[in-house]
């Protein structure tokens, strides 16, 4: 398996953690601590805004390729394996789903519109 396979292999399968984590914040058999750990570590790894931004040449990417693993690892140390087990199923059970592009573009819309609205405030708010 060449160098490239490996890495995609491997990318897919923190891609699937991650959504496994969000199942795993809310399951009800989920230890307080495991739940807060999965809900960081899905926050951040979905979220538009990172620690770096990505423009900043490598450190940008940096932050995704080291931060995200290793918080997925942390995470899945304090999960009962059972629960996790059940939280992957679920996790590849929803991946082999179609995407919702219709979704997605709501979400663009609502951050664009957010953004639009701080601009006009801050704005405002430097002219007065």
């Known amino acids: 398996m060449s160098f490239s396979a490996k890495l995609k292999q491997r990318a897919r399968a923190l891609k699937a953690d991650t959504l496994a984590l969000y199942f ?3 399951h009800p058999g989920t230890p307080w601590y495991a739940k807060l750990m999965a809900f960081l570590v899905v926050a951040y790894a979905f979220s538009p805004v990172d620690l770096v931004p990505d423009f900043v040449p490598v450190l ?9 693993p290793l918080g997925i690892a942390l995470t899945l ?19 082999k789903k179609p995407v ?3 979704a997605g573009a709501v979400i663009v819309a609502i951050w664009v519109a957010l ?12 002219q007065s």
């Open 60 to 68: 940008g990417y940096l932050d995704d390729v080291i931060l995200v």
């Open 115 to 126: 953004a639009a609205l701080s601009g006009w405030w801050i704005h405002r708010w430097l």
């Open 77 to 95: 140390k304090l999960v009962p394996d059972e629960i996790m087990r059940e939280c992957r199923g679920l996790a590849a059970a929803v991946m």
């Open 100 to 102: 919702n592009w219709v």
């Open 24 to 26: 795993v914040a809310r």
